[in-house]
């Protein structure tokens, strides 16, 4: 049975950084694509980052280049999102979640989320 668990998430002044971490089990992360999505109050859920087993590839929003960082430690869990200079509006509840395609595909397993608040 797949299981993706969140943790690391907490509240952080603007500008501060956090560390996410996806502990998955049930399967082997070196077969499967991770993302990073989030969910901010009253808002749609958004895919943040990606990273893709297959080749390494890893796949970031706009909003997010140059600031996170989605990296595993040698193909083994769990599976990482490194944010630096966060924003008030960043807050919101992060998920992970895996599928066995590749990041450019739909996700088919989700964790329950961790909750990120970026306040002063």
């Known amino acids: 049975q797949v299981q993706l668990v969140e943790s690391g998430g907490g509240l952080v002044q603007p500008g501060g950084s956090l560390r996410l971490s996806c502990a998955a089990s049930?399967?082997?992360?070196?077969?499967?694509?991770i993302g990073w999505f989030r969910q901010a109050p009253g808002k749609e859920r958004e895919g943040v980052s990606c990273?893709?087993?297959?080749?390494?590839?890893?796949y970031y929003a706009d909003s997010v280049k140059g600031r996170f960082t989605i990296a595993r430690d040698n193909g083994k869990n769990p599976v990482y999102l490194q944010m630096n200079s966060l924003k008030p509006e960043e807050t919101g509840v992060y998920y992970c979640?895996?599928?066995?395609?590749?990041?450019?595909?739909?996700?088919?397993?989700w964790g329950k989320g961790t909750l990120v608040t970026v306040s002063s």
């Open positions: 979640a895996a599928n066995g395609l590749g990041c450019p595909y739909d996700m088919t397993d």
């Open positions: 990273i893709d087993s297959s080749d390494g590839s890893t």
């Open positions: 049930g399967f082997s992360v070196d077969y499967y694509a």
